[in-house]
């Protein structure tokens, strides 16, 4: 596929030399160096509608290994592309050249100069890792993308990224002062200001020549640069206009790096950075204004800005309510709401001074007031809740694209910037563009700089590129009567790259082609991005092009809720396609990953485990989504989703549904990876390890009888050491020891006859005791027992007289044997529906087994009584508190003779939102200081840590956060954790015997009562 349908193609190795090509980097380079499908394929995608094949990808370790890939590439001929995050919008980051991506290992960071505030980093630091780096100075980066926990600082410079606090900050052409980099015949060169460029060097000739085209288009320059703060097209050639100053440095004087910013990687291959930092701001406080009407958002903005606030962001009712979708980001935005605004600006003051700041928030709600909406401010003083509002925001791209269904909103136009006396006519014009092509926008981000991210809900696979070719159109002509710019932060790639010549004029587009020339004769420096562009609806080059297919593939579970269309003016899911094909419902389940690199962060959150340990590509959600996404539409593999490719992607992912909650796209893995592993299954039948793993809850009862026995053979090493071998466990690794049958040697339970239907109510419930609590650690469903009996509830079981337990069926699912699962499901559900007509509540105690029922039960097409089960369902702690909630729990408890307790919380507790009750039943015991451990999976996840092949990988997801904290505790110090693989971890990672919730609670009960 060419990307360069307007001009000459750059040089591309001969197919007969690209064998030799790959085995060059290979032999030279000791970084990563990837020619497969599968790996070309994850770097094909950014976060645009774009998907163009690499020639290949490397991952160099080190900046000679970077000189290196460098050096064979042009003795090739073959184009090069720099990559960070992978998080560019406009298709800045695909092409069809040799992928270098500094993300990985080119992540230094140095130099810093306190002082002077600058600071050198390499091009692959994450600005949230820099700015935590930079902390303890009280100093940060201030160009604050919604993308700062995965973008990183090369590829903001190169698409001279701009943020939320841009008002006060300027864009990052305002807050780099000097680079490094490597040119297009190999010089390493340092670009700084223009009257420091030594004569001779390698930027001498270069300088000369853009000064030259500089002064000669002066009067084009003056004519036609939008002057607007946020202008990103086209290159920096306004370096030495007096009449814009944002390029020079404080003495008035331009630099040459400028011209690099912005860039897209075209000119030269940026090394090092040096940044401009600013003081951390001591104060924030944020008011959040909420309005009637989008327009009196849009028209009051200019008036907000005159109070010197350090950012004035919008947030739209689409995105309001989609938030309150989602369970991660509902608390925070109910708080910030005053009845059902139709938009909300988002102000925040920030400075030396609290008084000042509270002072300016005053006069925010003054100013409301005067314009005629008293009582219109929600102040939010604290800065945890704060910060949680701007993670919403900040998440603003992602939730916009948790829509279901083929229609999503496109980026393509959302980045134009207009005068503010002019956003609220231009909004509303270009709302009515947007309904006369019958469809509706999303509007969010800068409304203090006249930048809206504005996103049409088109569906590109049915008539979206016509529809989208025509609004930009349109749209055009209303940046121009509005004197605005095109491009006014996410840069130009392929969707807007057509239209600098349209922004700048003829003139100035030669201009701009001549200095390509002269940085990268050969046109192989990410060809064709700013200077001889495609057409931006060029089907060739779209992720989802009109010949996109969907293979016919048969699904284990039920995945049709996905298939749906969405009408584009109502928002209203129905119409051809809805609740159909659950084949098509599981490729389009796969798309509902943007390629945004969410999942590359790494603050506390829960995703990605496999992604922190490794930082592969191949390792991460968005590199499984784009590997699934290539195999369900042909075009990678033969064997769909039993293919090779996708059990290698799919290898380390730990099932933690991490992503389920952290994703904003709402895109689970973990449901995805059952899939696959049915799908190989059946083509490759089942290894003895995981039949002897998925088949645990039927072959229990009777391990009972020998569980000491075999206990005794682990403990006899080369007898232990030989059998685990042969099964596949890692000798390293402890087997859990058979202990009991909790539920039959508790014959009262279990002679408990079934309910009938329409018996009286009683304070009663049903405690949930799965395979590993009934017959490894029976203590805690003991535990859990006297709990709620002290609270004064019947317990039931979930077993009958002669019967096996019921089960959730985890274990078949982890083998994927979805139907042994069904059938364990039907089971559970026959047994437990008259339970749950009479309103009582199934409680669970291990979190993967009992979140089976809540999550997987829906999705085995069992009807309406899996979805009332689910309803019933709680764990253990869920149930105490929502009871306390109602004033129906009655729960004594006493101080234990420890004072602390530290908290790890089950990955499934976390996706499902059921980690708080945790801390929040703990809290109860008098005396007893809780402290949640910031940890990621244990890395256990069911057998993946006995695994022999995974037990490094295992090891290492558990000391990222959580061994190192449990090692920490002192001996007075209570290690709790509810996940039966959790504890297995921190017990073999850091000796210490860590407690369900259950058995701490049992233990605070007052001697009377146990």
Not at 751 to 766: I, K, M, Q, T, Y
């Amino acid at each position: 596929m060419s990307v360069m349908p307007r001009s000459p193609v750059a040089r591309q190795p001969r197919r007969a030399a690209m064998s030799e090509f790959e085995d060059r980097l290979r032999r030279e380079l000791k970084g990563e160096v990837a020619f497969d499908a599968g790996s070309r394929g994850r770097y094909a995608t950014d976060a645009s509608i774009y998907q163009i094949m690499p020639l290949g990808v490397v991952v160099p370790r080190n900046q000679q290994d970077l000189s290196l890939a460098l050096e064979v590439a042009r003795d090739f001929g073959a184009p090069v592309l720099p990559r960070g995050g992978g998080t560019s919008q406009c298709g800045q980051t695909v092409n069809e050249a040799l992928v270098i991506d500094t993300s990985r290992w080119l992540t230094g960071i140095g130099e810093l100069d306190v002082e002077a505030r600058t600071v050198s980093v390499e091009p692959g630091v994450v600005l949230d890792h820099l700015n935590a780096w930079l902390k303890p100075h009280g100093l940060w980066f201030p160009v604050d993308v919604s993308t700062s926990a995965q973008c990183t600082l090369g590829g903001m410079a190169g698409n001279n990224s701009c943020g939320s606090r841009s008002i006060r900050y300027g864009n990052m052409v305002h807050n780099v002062l000097g680079l490094e980099a490597t040119l297009a015949d190999g010089r390493e060169a340092v670009f700084g200001r223009f009257d420091e460029i030594a004569p001779g060097s390698a930027l001498a000739g270069l300088a000369d020549s853009v000064a030259a085209i500089m002064q000669r288009e002066a009067a084009a320059i003056r004519e036609h640069y939008p002057q607007v703060l946020r202008r990103v097209g086209g290159y920096n050639l306004d370096l030495f206009d007096c009449r814009n100053p944002i390029p020079y440095d404080a003495e008035g004087r331009a630099n040459f790096a400028h011209l690099l910013i912005g860039s897209e990687g075209t000119l030269a291959f940026t090394r090092k950075l040096t940044l401009k930092l600013s003081p951390l701001p001591v104060h924030k406080v944020l008011g959040v204004v909420n309005f009637p009407t989008f327009y009196q958002a849009m028209d009051m903005t200019q008036h907000i800005v005159e109070l010197g606030p350090a950012a004035v962001e919008l947030v739209d009712r689409t995105m309001i309510e989609l938030a309150l979708e989602n369970p991660a980001f509902r608390p925070t935005v109910e708080k910030s709401l005053i009845g059902r605004p139709d938009a909300m600006l988002l102000v925040e003051f920030a400075g030396e001074s609290l008084d000042s700041q509270l002072h300016q928030l005053k006069a925010l709600e003054t100013l409301m007031g005067d314009l005629g909406l008293p009582g219109s401010v929600v102040g939010l003083e604290s800065g945890a809740e704060q910060s949680a509002l701007w993670n919403v925001r900040k998440a603003g791209l992602n939730i916009m694209m948790s829509m279901k269904g083929d229609g999503k909103p496109v980026s393509f136009i959302e980045d134009c910037a207009v005068p503010l006396e002019h956003l609220a006519e231009y909004t509303e014009q270009l709302t009515d563009v947007f309904h006369r092509h019958g469809t509706e926008g999303t509007w969010y981000a800068h409304a203090s700089v006249g930048t809206l991210h504005v996103r049409p809900i088109l569906d590109m696979r049915r008539g979206g590129a016509t529809k989208m070719r025509a609004i930009a159109e349109e749209a055009s002509e209303l940046v121009r009567r509005y004197k605005g710019a095109y491009s006014g932060e996410h840069g130009d790639g392929i969707c807007r790259g057509e239209w600098v010549a349209w922004q700048f004029g003829a003139q100035l587009d030669a201009a701009f082609g001549e200095i390509k020339r002269l940085f990268d004769p050969d046109n192989r420096f990410n060809p064709n991005k700013i200077v001889d562009t495609p057409k931006m609806d060029d089907a060739r080059l779209f992720r989802f092009p009109a010949d996109h297919q969907i293979l016919a593939v048969a699904t284990e579970l039920d995945w049709s809720a996905w298939d749906v269309t969405r009408d584009p003016l109502s928002g209203e899911l129905g119409g051809p396609g809805s609740g159909g094909d659950p084949a098509n419902g599981l490729a389009k389940a796969v798309e509902m990953c943007n390629n945004n690199g969410h999942c590359r962060k790494f603050d506390a959150g829960t995703m990605c485990p496999s992604y922190r340990i490794s930082r592969d590509e191949r390792h991460l959600t968005r590199g499984r989504a784009n590997t699934l996404r290539l195999v369900l539409s042909g075009k990678i593999g033969d064997r769909g989703l039993a293919s090779d490719e996708v059990a290698e992607t799919l290898d380390l992912c730990v099932s933690c549904k991490g992503c389920k909650r952290d994703c904003p796209t709402g895109v689970d893995m973990a449901k995805f990876k059952i899939e696959a592993r049915a799908a190989r299954v059946k083509a490759r039948g089942l290894g003895w390890r995981d039949r002897l793993v998925s088949e645990l809850p039927r072959y229990a009862p009777w391990m009972r009888h020998v569980g000491r026995l075999a206990a005794r053979v682990e403990n006899v090493s080369w007898l232990g050491g030989r059998a685990k071998r042969w099964l596949g466990f890692a000798e390293a690794r402890s087997l859990p020891i058979f202990a009991g049958d909790y539920l039959r040697t508790t014959r009262r339970a279990a002679r408990d006859e079934a309910p009938r239907s329409g018996s009286p109510p009683v304070a009663e419930v049903v405690l949930f005791v799965d395979t590993f609590n009934n017959y490894f650690e029976g203590d805690n469903a003991a535990a859990a027992r006297r709990v709620l009996e002290a609270a004064g509830y019947r317990v039931h079981f979930n077993i009958l007289e002669g019967e096996r337990p019921l089960c959730c069926g985890r274990t078949y699912l982890a083998a994927g044997r979805v139907d042994r699962a069904r059938q364990e499901a039907q089971r559970t559900l026959e047994t437990l529906m008259p339970y749950v007509e009479r309103g009582v509540k199934i409680v669970g105690l291990e979190p993967s087994c009992l979140l089976t029922l809540r999550d997987e039960f829906l999705h085995y097409g069992l009807g309406d009584e899996a979805t009332r089960l689910a309803d019933a369902a709680m764990l253990f702690e869920e149930f105490l508190v929502a009871e306390k909630q109602a004033g129906r729990l009655k729960l004594e408890l006493a101080p234990l003779a420890v004072g602390r307790a530290k908290v790890h919380g089950h990955c499934h507790q976390k996706a499902f939102d059921a980690f708080t009750p945790v801390t929040t039943v703990l809290g109860w015991i008098p005396e007893l200081k809780v402290e949640a451990i910031a940890s990621s999976c244990c890395g256990m996840a069911g057998s993946f840590g006995y695994e022999a092949e995974h037990l490094d990988a295992s090891r290492q997801m558990a000391e990222l956060s959580l061994l190192p904290a449990v090692r920490e505790a002192d001996e007075d110090t209570w290690i709790v954790a509810d996940g039966t693989s959790c504890r297995h971890q921190i017990l073999d990672g850091a000796g210490r015997e860590a407690l369900h919730v259950a058995r701490v609670l049992a233990a605070a009960l007052p001697v009377h009562t146990n």
